[in-house]
């Protein structure tokens, strides 16, 4: 019973790593009951929305396809290796995948060839061991935002859920999950939520267009959402979206998602608010999250101890964290089998070998 829950408390963490190999702490993490990471960028990386030139320069397929074999060999099983591969904004796959084209340029694209376009690099994502896309971006930004500067897809509704929709019905028919972020819709936020509190203010009426996006995306059939990491007023002064039940609430009752609800990165100034890491994933966990976003160097065997002990506590229900465990793990091996079932083209994969260690 306690192997179960343990396992179960590594397994809803989601480590970004620091490089395309496995350090001890991941192995770790792997071996005792994790089964999800993500190849991260660096903070430069990030606030340049563009891969460095010495990543471009050295990374190959490779590499990746090695870190995937190596995860999967450590945890004993399927495993979720995911990226932020965004439109018009992070893309960790760089030029080892066919690009996509920019945001303005998706406007005058029709919604058949937006998916082929997404098929096609999801499918060279998918067979080198990626499964797990962290976008589409379909925040509806209507004003300030300097967070998701030169990454959202505009101010128009209709056009971010036709782009959006496009996007995830071509990477998810290439067998890689695709996450709508950032629930409710971040329409503007003066602050950048990595470094600072972070408010979407306004009633619910500014948020109905960002809702409306979310309900087509679900419709869609995206497999997972991502809460994002401000607070909303109007639905919770005092949690962030990732860490509210009420936000959660809404995203799973109201609009009826039933898929994978990832939180943002549990680092987060915003979504911390002055509480620390292990506090967070608890109550992350216990408003509805079921897949934590966390640093590799955050401190995992410490966050799943942490929850370990709510369990045993009764702070949190030992049922929800084995569903929330559960719903990874069975998303990780329906992925594994639609590969073992032969239904992705096979790429030849370059040969390489990554000669940069890079930190997030």
């Not at 619910?204 to 087509?216: I, T, Y």
């Not at 506090?279 to 955050?298: D, H, I, P, R």
């Amino acid at each position: 019973m306690t192997d179960e829950i343990e396992r179960a408390a590594y397994a809803v963490l989601l480590p970004a790593v620091s490089s395309l190999e496995l350090d001890e702490t991941v192995r770790r993490y792997l071996s005792r009951g994790g089964v999800s990471i993500l190849l991260g960028e660096t903070r430069d990386e990030y606030l340049a929305r563009s891969m460095s030139f010495e990543r471009r320069r050295s990374e190959t397929q490779a590499h990746f396809a090695g870190i995937a074999r190596q995860a999967a060999a450590c945890a004993g099983s399927p495993v979720l290796v995911a990226v932020d591969q965004e439109l018009g904004g992070i893309q960790r796959l760089h030029r080892l995948v066919p690009g996509m084209p920019s945001a303005d340029a998706l406007r005058d694209l029709s919604v058949d060839v937006i998916e082929a376009r997404s098929y096609e690099m999801a499918s060279s994502a998918r067979v080198m061991g990626v499964n797990l896309f962290l976008a589409p971006i379909v925040d509806v930004v209507t004003g300030i935002n300097p967070w998701l500067h030169d990454r959202h897809l505009g101010a128009d509704p209709a056009e971010v859920s036709r782009i959006a929709c496009a996007f995830i019905r071509g990477v998810q028919r290439a067998g890689v999950i695709a996450t709508a972020k950032h629930f409710p819709g971040h329409n503007q936020t003066e602050h950048d939520p990595a470094v600072a509190h972070a408010i979407v203010h306004g009633g619910m009426e500014a948020l109905e267009d960002g809702l409306e996006v979310f309900r087509q995306v679900i419709a869609a059939g995206v497999q997972a959402v991502m809460p994002g990491p401000a607070v909303f007023p109007a639905l919770d002064p005092a949690q962030s979206a990732s860490t509210s039940q009420k936000v959660i609430g809404l995203l799973r009752d109201t609009l009826a998602f039933d898929g994978l609800i990832i939180s943002d990165d549990l680092d987060a100034v915003s979504i911390l608010r002055g509480h620390g890491i292990t506090e967070t994933a608890v109550t992350a966990l216990k408003a509805g999250a079921q897949l934590l976003l966390v640093s590799s160097e955050s401190g995992l065997d410490r966050i799943a101890q942490a929850i370990i002990g709510a369990v045993k506590s009764g702070e949190l229900d030992r049922q929800q964290l084995l569903g929330a465990a559960d719903k990874v793990r069975q998303l990780a091996h329906k992925s594994r089998a639609q590969v073992d079932a032969g239904l992705y083209v096979s790429y030849p994969i370059s040969a390489g070998h990554l000669t940069r260690r890079v930190t997030l």
